[in-house]
Structure formats: C-alpha cells, structure tokens
C-alpha cells in the first residue's frame, strides 16, 4: 500500500471483464433503505443480468431507466436481501457521499461492448 492506496498489478486488472450495458427496469427491495434491483441488458454475449446497486437517494428509477453504464460483469454473484447480484455498475463518489454518479460509455456504445485496457 502506498499513500494509503492499495496497488494491483496490470495483470490483475486484465482479468476484469467491463462492459457497456443499459440499465431496462429498476424496482424497488422490500426492507432496502438504499438499494435498487435493476435489470440490465448487456447484448447478445451476455444477455440481460440482475444486479442490487446502492443508489436510492441519489437516483430515481425514472432517472436510470434507459441509462447507459459500465458493468463489471465477471464478478462472483452476491446474494443481497435474497437477489443474486450478478456483478456491479461503475460509479463515482464524492468524498463525503453526497453525490453519486455513473460511469457511462461513450454516446451510441452497443450493449454488451467491452472495456479494453491498454499496458503503456
């Protein structure tokens, strides 16, 4: 750890697998002060996958519903308030957690089209 940051090799961050995905319906939990059950569709490869995001408070379904996002789609699914969590959106955060926003693609990017990192 340096500067109180954790450091991964390059290699590691390789084995993620991000994608381009767009957000289709978005339903509240039962019991669930913060978390949203979204369904996205990730194309043809992937298809349409279910995640839990925490984002009650800073986006209404209205607001994400036809948003387009980075997905982490090679994440070990999760079970949260009795949904399988089957990865997870990127989004920044703001210091103090009064701001949320997502990490979206480029304008027109297709579902489903992956991140690619380049070494140097």
């Known amino acids: 750890m340096i500067d109180g940051i954790a450091k991964v090799n390059f290699l590691d961050?390789?084995?993620?697998?991000?994608?381009?995905?767009?957000?289709i319906s978005v339903e509240n939990?039962?019991?669930a002060d913060k978390l949203y059950k979204i369904e996205i569709d990730v194309g043809p490869e992937i298809g349409k996958r279910t995640i839990c995001a925490g984002l009650k408070g800073y986006y209404s379904k209205d607001e994400l519903v036809g948003k387009k996002i980075i997905y982490f789609s090679?994440?070990?699914p999760r079970m949260m308030r009795?949904?399988?969590?089957?990865g997870m959106l990127l989004a920044a955060v703001s210091e103090n957690h009064e701001k949320v926003v997502?990490?979206?693609p480029k304008e027109n990017s297709k579902n489903g089209r992956e991140v690619i990192f380049e070494n140097g």
């Open 13 to 23: 961050w390789e084995k993620l697998d991000l994608r381009v995905a767009e957000i």
């Open 29 to 31: 939990i039962e019991g």
């Open 82 to 86: 009795g949904i399988e969590s089957q």
């Open 74 to 76: 090679n994440l070990k």
């Open 102 to 104: 997502l990490i979206k």
